[in-house]
């Protein structure tokens, strides 16, 4: 493989013009011969640069509206042929194709033209064809050919140009053909993740990309190498935040703060909501009259837990908030915005991380969950399900009060984001207890209503929080030893699916017990 190879002509034919005129003038102060296509060739001619159409070099206008332009084998032939191969080598001399030595496409902005929701038909001519082509073949005769498809290497182009007097090197342009078949593979994963959702047909084979926003100094521990990639997504989140101040978040710091921001948004943001998170799983989740009240009411669920954990709001953070989270070591925090008095008062935090983005996620939205296992993967749908009144069915002689109705709605709400199996005691719109994780159902009731206890006692209470509280359990209760103990711990009223082989036999046991029980008919498991 020749090393360097001098750039004598480069082709250009970009949808992102972002710094498109100060490469042409750099090239061209290289002394290097412009090719372009429509509107890359205006721009440049417009500049002043002295550009060549492809379409005097191929012979053919440009037609069907732009779809043909550049699949002629004047360009591909110069991008794909051998220099150092006789029989190439000839048969460029019989039909007069000149080698194309860099080649700078940009594809169309396809991902955008989706995100933005376009009709069908525009997105469809948002799908690039001779942009990937062309880059795929300059990017396996890497050898001869340099191509950069990412503005972001603009300036890594020229420093190299500059180094070897005009000239790439093969170390360099190995780097940049494996970049243009990282970028090809996410948009052709972006255009058949389009067609399937579309046309309604599930994928036969399935692809995901990402783009890397972060390497990261290890996964979940420190022998797990890992780094942050980000989709072309605009669900608000930890891949759309702005971060004001901290040292960069680690892959735990991202998971959980994921996990802090999904379970925040749950909630109406019109009432000031607070979920702080703790290796995943929420230590204290509540709402309250003011952002500050409902911190200090989540914080008092598991003050032990609390400490190093990430706390997610559902409205704009304020300076008395603030005050309060700076009590105790955070890790990260995360909101739609913050005011000038609570950055001033994180300002002297050095190390907590703040997060705003603008908006919270809609969990009713759909999307796609993807776990790695063993061979393959897993793929599903977000769990998007929401449930209201309307939707409980009270299966007990007794029905909940409204009270106890508006607790357990809140309180089935943070058992979606609960590991499975999950158990959670709420009351007045707060959590008390927290059972997460368990292999039994039991095991969580009586964690949850153990943790309740401790509580009670670290803050002198005369009684301990689960009394007069509701349950909110992710699954059915397959038998009523579950209910019982919640009952037992104080518990009044109970929310869960419904669908065991015993129903009938845990319902009798509730009316027994006097508790109130609604059924939901939809599963959370989270695992």
Not at 381 to 410: H, S, Y
Not at 487 to 502: L, N, T, V, Y
Request: aromatic share 6%; charged share 20%; proline share 5%.
């Amino acid at each position: 493989m020749p090393d360097p190879v001098l750039i004598r002509r480069a082709l250009i034919s970009v949808s992102d013009k972002a710094g498109l005129v100060d490469l042409g003038q750099a090239l061209a102060g290289h002394g290097i011969e412009l090719l372009s296509t429509g509107g890359t060739a205006a721009t440049l001619r417009d500049a002043g640069l002295r550009v060549r159409d492809v379409s005097e070099v191929t012979g053919f206008p440009e037609m069907m509206d732009g779809r043909v332009k550049t699949l002629h084998p004047m360009v591909h032939g110069g991008l794909l042929a051998l220099r150092d191969n006789p029989g190439h080598a000839a048969a460029m001399e019989v039909h007069g194709i000149a080698p194309i030595d860099l080649l700078v496409v940009n594809l169309y902005p396809f991902e955008a033209t989706v995100t933005r929701g376009a009709s069908p038909e525009e997105t469809i001519e948002n799908i690039d064809i001779g942009g990937p082509a062309m880059l795929r073949a300059a990017a396996k005769n890497h050898a001869h050919v340099a191509v950069v498809t990412d503005p972001e290497d603009y300036g890594a182009l020229l420093d190299e140009l500059g180094a070897t007097g005009g000239a790439t090197g093969l170390a360099f342009r190995q780097r940049l053909a494996q970049t243009v078949y990282e970028r090809t593979a996410a948009y052709d994963a972006a255009v058949s993740g389009w067609m399937a959702q579309h046309f309604g047909n599930a994928p036969r084979r399935q692809v995901f990309g990402g783009r890397r926003a972060q390497s990261l100094r290890y996964g979940e521990n420190p022998h797990q190498s890992a780094a942050f990639l980000v989709s072309d997504t605009t669900r608000p989140g930890v891949a759309t935040a702005q971060q004001w101040q901290g040292k960069e978040l680690s892959y735990n710091n991202l998971n959980d703060t994921d996990a802090a921001f999904e379970l925040v948004a749950e909630f109406d943001p019109t009432v000031p909501a607070c979920a702080i998170i703790k290796h995943a799983n929420p230590c204290g989740v509540a709402t309250g009259a003011t952002l500050a009240e409902a911190y200090a009411r989540a914080f008092d669920c598991d003050r032990t837990s609390a400490f190093g954990g990430i706390v997610a709001l559902n409205q704009v953070l304020d300076g008395p908030t603030a005050e309060r989270i700076v009590e105790i070591f955070t890790e990260v925090v995360i909101a739609p915005g913050a005011d000038d008095a609570a950055r001033a008062v994180f300002a002297a935090k050095k190390n907590l991380r703040l997060l705003t983005t603008d908006a919270l996620p809609d969990p009713a939205a759909p999307g796609q969950m993807i776990k790695q296992v063993s061979g393959g993967f897993l793929v599903q749908g977000r769990d998007n399900g929401v449930i209201g009144a309307a939707d409980l069915k009270v299966v007990t002689q007794r029905a909940p009060t409204d009270a106890e109705l508006a607790d357990l709605l809140f309180a089935w709400k943070v058992a979606k984001h609960v590991k499975s199996n999950a158990i959670v005691y709420a009351k007045d719109g707060a959590t008390v207890g927290i059972g997460a994780g368990q292999m039994s159902r039991v095991d969580s009731t009586r964690i949850a209503a153990r943790k309740a206890q401790d509580m009670a006692d670290a803050l002198g209470l005369p009684a301990t929080p689960a009394a007069g509280s509701v349950v909110a359990s992710d699954a059915f209760f397959p038998f009523a030893d579950g209910l019982l103990a919640a009952a037992e711990a104080g518990a009044r009223a109970i929310i869960q699916p419904g669908g065991s082989m015993r129903d009938d036999d845990v319902i009798a046991a509730a009316d027994a017990a006097g508790l109130a029980m609604v059924f939901t008919g939809q599963r959370h498991f989270r695992h």
